[in-house]
């Protein structure tokens, strides 16, 4: 099975979830895509495929969470998501503080 290949440096993780969340609300954009990754240690993670600037720091960030399995993982992405939102404010949010991750890279 792929959990049990081992290699020195390597590290595997399988995609094992790609969610589209639809907005309704007035954010400048109208989907968010979170993928949920399983590390050989079932062990769950996801990330979304937008990126906000944090205006304390400057920095482009994307939302994430982890959990024991793909629907923990994705409550807690959502979560960090609107946490995101609330922090910065969506009356200050713009196309301009909005970085969409490279299709390749996610």
Request: a positive charge; aromatic letters at 16%; proline letters at 2%.
């Given at each position: 099975?792929?959990?049990?290949?081992?290699?020195?440096?390597i590290k595997i993780e399988k995609v094992v979830g790609e969610f589209f969340l639809w907005?309704?609300?007035?954010?400048?954009?109208?989907?968010?895509?979170?993928?949920?990754?399983?590390?050989?240690?079932?062990?769950?993670?996801?990330?979304?495929?937008?990126?906000?600037?944090?205006?304390?720091?400057?920095?482009?960030?994307?939302?994430?969470?982890?959990g024991g399995n793909v629907e923990e993982a994705l409550i807690n992405v959502i979560k960090?998501?609107?946490?995101?939102?609330?922090?910065?404010?969506?009356?200050?949010?713009?196309?301009?503080?909005?970085?969409?991750?490279?299709?390749?890279?996610?």
């Open positions: 099975m792929w959990r049990e290949i081992n290699i020195e440096n907005m309704p609300i007035n954010y400048p954009f109208f989907k968010l895509k979170i993928k949920i990754y399983e590390n050989s240690k079932c062990k769950f993670r996801g990330t979304t495929d937008i990126a906000l600037k944090r205006k304390s720091t400057g920095e482009f960030e994307q939302a994430s969470g982890y960090d998501f609107d946490q995101m939102i609330k922090e910065e404010g969506i009356e200050n949010i713009n196309q301009k503080d909005i970085r969409y991750v490279k299709w390749i890279n996610f």
